[in-house]
């Protein structure tokens, strides 16, 4: 092995089961830009946080990976916790159902993330740490809360219907809304009301092209806070509609703030979603790690939906 390479991590059961196509895909990619892979395909659930926290990254120019946001949300657990921090870029290639920290850099195809990842362009990437009952798990994308918890739950028992199960979820929650009583602490303001959603992003889309928080930067050191204490079913349905271009934060009773630590309580231990994993429950506190990684990938202009042409 040549003494600089990347690592790749393919995880071959994700999404629709194609990683190992999508890795034949990209690999003329690598030998067109001189650049050795040196692969290594996922056994088991799990088995991608155990690589990613164990490998020797020393001479690698990055770790990558195909698969989809189970894949990218293990990895970075594994990077979060190996025994020093690591400064090696994280590259993703799209390989799952969601892919949603793909959606955020506008990128969608295997080759076209490749060719970044070639072209070494990579900026800082916030990370958020979620403390759920002394367990500490690691996010890159979106902590839900309420609606967005229950929606995931009926997603993932509908898995054989691809990524049109986040729709038709969410369709069949607005038919029976859940409030919920929460505290929340945002930063240092506390609020306790009812809510029937509360989500916490990193990134900003969310399910297949939920545009969730289009203010979210995932370079800033904050999360984009989206919430909706009190809705009707029509109200929730319009916010269905809206949610893919973005526009449903205009309306009255969608609230976002930014902030860089938050607190969910509930009476009970509620059900939360930790970067569409179904994972942890309340009482969560969250906090950003600024910069924690470094990912390959053009800058999103948040405010015009293009990628910047500079390296951060």
């Not at 996922?42 to 990976?65: F, I, P, Q, V, Y």
């Not at 029509?234 to 930014?258: A, C, D, W, Y």
């Amino acid at each position: 092995m040549p003494e600089t390479h990347y690592k790749v991590l393919v995880n071959p059961h994700g999404g629709t089961g194609s990683g190992r196509k999508i890795l034949e895909r990209i690999k003329p990619v690598f030998a067109a830009a001189s650049k050795q892979l040196e692969v290594h395909v996922t056994e088991r659930a799990g088995h991608a946080a155990e690589l990613a926290n164990k490998l020797d990254l020393s001479r690698c120019e990055g770790l990558c990976l195909i698969g989809g946001d189970g894949t990218i949300h293990e990895v970075i657990n594994g990077l979060m916790t190996r025994d020093s921090p690591t400064t090696v870029p994280l590259g993703i290639i799209p390989g799952g159902t969601g892919n949603t920290i793909l959606q955020h850099f506008d990128c969608h195809d295997p080759i076209d993330a490749a060719k970044r990842i070639v072209a070494g362009e990579t900026q800082p990437f916030d990370i958020a740490q979620v403390t759920t009952n002394s367990e500490v798990t690691y996010c890159g994308n979106v902590i839900g809360w309420g609606a967005f918890a229950d929606i995931n739950q009926l997603a993932e028992s509908w898995r054989r219907l691809g990524p049109s199960r986040y729709s038709i979820a969410a369709i069949t929650y607005i038919a029976s809304p859940k409030q919920r009583r929460a505290k929340l602490t945002l930063d240092s303001q506390v609020i306790e009301d009812d809510f029937l959603l509360i989500a916490l992003c990193n990134t900003q889309f969310t399910g297949k092209g939920m545009h969730l928080a289009p203010s979210a930067d995932s370079a800033d050191g904050k999360l984009e806070v989206v919430m909706v204490r009190d809705a009707t079913r029509f109200q929730m349905l319009r916010l269905f509609q809206k949610i893919f271009n973005g526009s449903h934060v205009s309306l009255p009773f969608v609230e976002t703030r930014q902030v860089q630590s938050a607190r969910i309580e509930h009476e009970d231990a509620d059900c939360l979603t930790l970067d569409g994993e179904l994972k942890g429950s309340t009482p969560a506190s969250v906090t950003v790690i600024p910069s924690a990684l470094r990912i390959f990938a053009s800058p999103l202009d948040t405010s015009q939906g293009q990628r910047l042409s500079s390296t951060a």
